[in-house]
């Protein structure tokens, strides 16, 4: 078994991470101090945190669909991408848990190789199967109907009311910020820390690779 380099995350990919990390970590301060405002001051006047979150709502939920656009249109590999197979399900999800809960601590290899058209592992593909195609436009349908409460009076209502709106919307929110702290986590259980953070730089990523598989990099689509 040997090691290569693989481009596994074409530009497009890395700029939209990074504003989407950007613009999730600020919905998420400025979401703490207008729901928190007694404790949390930090973003100035409640005001301007409202004025923030909102900016970063709308910056996220753009991103989002440049995302699906670029995955589904452009590279037409979403769901190759981002669908676990059948048997990641049976197989690979259960592979992937005792990897990061037991044998990566006793210097196990991962079994998942990252390629072009197999980013992700099982554990990854379920998670942001999940993030991605619930979460992800839950959160932003609800922040958009909290920010047009008058004119969307009767869609608000039909959901049930307000205040089920704004709780919906911060359990979607928390769920998120939850994510953020597991995503960092995962990330720094490659060969060295920082290994799974490098590629969202520079877009190359160091894999194990054995004699049988392909001899050239492949390049994302």
Request: charged letters at 10%; one cysteine or more; glycine letters at 6%.
């Amino acid at each position: 078994m040997s090691e290569k380099m693989v481009y596994l995350q074409p530009v497009p990919v890395r700029i939209w991470h990074w504003l989407n990390a950007l613009g999730i970590v600020t919905l998420c301060l400025s979401g703490a101090q207008i729901r928190f405002p007694e404790y949390i001051s930090f973003l100035g006047s409640y005001r301007s945190a409202i004025m923030l979150h909102n900016t970063a709502g709308i910056v996220v939920a753009l991103s989002f669909s440049i995302w699906f656009f670029y995955y589904k249109i452009v590279a037409n590999s979403l769901a190759e991408i981002y669908i676990p197979k059948g048997s990641d399900l049976t197989t690979g999800l259960f592979k992937q848990i005792v990897f990061y809960f037991f044998a990566y601590f006793f210097g196990a290899p991962n079994p998942h190789h990252a390629t072009p058209k197999s980013k992700f592992n099982p554990l990854q593909k379920s998670a942001y199967l999940a993030i991605m195609f619930v979460l992800m436009p839950f959160v932003s349908l609800t922040g958009i109907l909290l920010m047009n409460a008058g004119p969307m009076r009767e869609i608000v209502m039909v959901i049930g009311g307000l205040k089920i709106l704004v709780v919906i919307h911060y359990l979607t929110a928390c769920s998120l910020t939850a994510f953020i702290f597991t995503h960092v986590y995962l990330a720094t259980l490659g060969s060295t820390p920082l290994a799974y953070f490098k590629p969202m730089w520079t877009g190359w990523e160091k894999v194990e690779h054995h004699g049988m598989e392909h001899s050239q990099v492949e390049h994302s689509h």
